[in-house]
């Protein structure tokens, strides 16, 4: 079946520093997404992708649809405390298929 | 507005009992996952539906789990009997229809299995 393979699958950073992470797969999909989870809630999508190279921003979030469809990054820029938790990369199929498959997720901690 | 509805929040019971979940997702979206995620991992669908038909139920262990949403709006997913591997988080998300890229998910319902 697909597979995401999501890496780093833990980060340890300071407080102010710049992130990236980012999802390869063999597989091609349609949608890329990115969602974070806090403990015990559920993921929150954060940025949603829809064509290849499409480069999008959210805040101090930017995340990038590769153009081969297999990949996509994800960067924090200027990390604060907050931001700690679990993010996830999850991408869409096409044909018509409505699945998404999600990544094993990175781990952030942000030390103050 | 508010979101995906989940409960219990938390649940243990023994081996061999039954147990169920329930969801009520956001008004309005047609759409319905029940996920389970595993320590670790990343959420894995169990079951999808549009309206009140399971379109999509693949991953769906259908000798121990079943699910309904009968009305089309909240869902229940029961397992029964419950075994020890079945510990996890349940989840459920709703999206509208044909934007399940966009889902939007409850805080889930965490199952211990003794």
């Known amino acids: 079946g697909q597979q995401l393979n999501q890496s780093p699958q833990s980060m340890f950073i300071q407080e102010g520093e710049d992130v990236s992470m980012n999802c390869t797969s063999s597989s091609i999909f349609n949608t890329w997404l990115w969602y974070k989870q806090d403990p015990g809630e559920g993921p929150v999508l954060l940025i949603a992708l829809y064509k290849a190279g499409e480069l999008t921003s959210n805040g101090r979030l930017t995340a990038q649809f590769g153009i081969t469809r297999k990949d996509s990054f994800l960067n924090i820029s200027a990390s604060i405390p907050s931001d700690v938790g679990i993010y996830f990369c999850?991408?869409?199929?096409?044909?018509?298929?409505?699945?998404?498959?999600f990544g094993k997720g990175t781990k952030l901690t942000v030390n103050p | 507005e508010a979101g995906v509805v989940q409960s219990p929040r938390y649940k243990i019971i023994e081996k061999k009992q039954p147990v169920a979940f329930w969801c009520n997702p956001i008004s309005g979206h047609n759409t319905l996952y029940w996920y389970l995620q595993n320590l670790g991992q990343g959420p894995e669908l169990l079951i999808r539906y549009e309206n009140e038909e399971a379109v999509d139920d693949s991953q769906l262990p259908k000798d121990r789990f079943s699910a309904e949403r009968l009305k089309g709006v909240d869902s229940t997913l029961k397992i029964q009997p419950a075994e020890l591997g079945d510990s996890a988080v349940y989840l459920c998300?709703?999206?509208?229809?044909?934007?399940?890229?966009?889902?939007?998910f409850g805080p889930g319902t965490r199952l211990t299995v003794t």
């Open positions: 999850a991408g869409q199929l096409g044909g018509g298929s409505e699945k998404l498959v």
């Open positions: 998300a709703s999206s509208l229809e044909g934007l399940a890229g966009e889902q939007y």
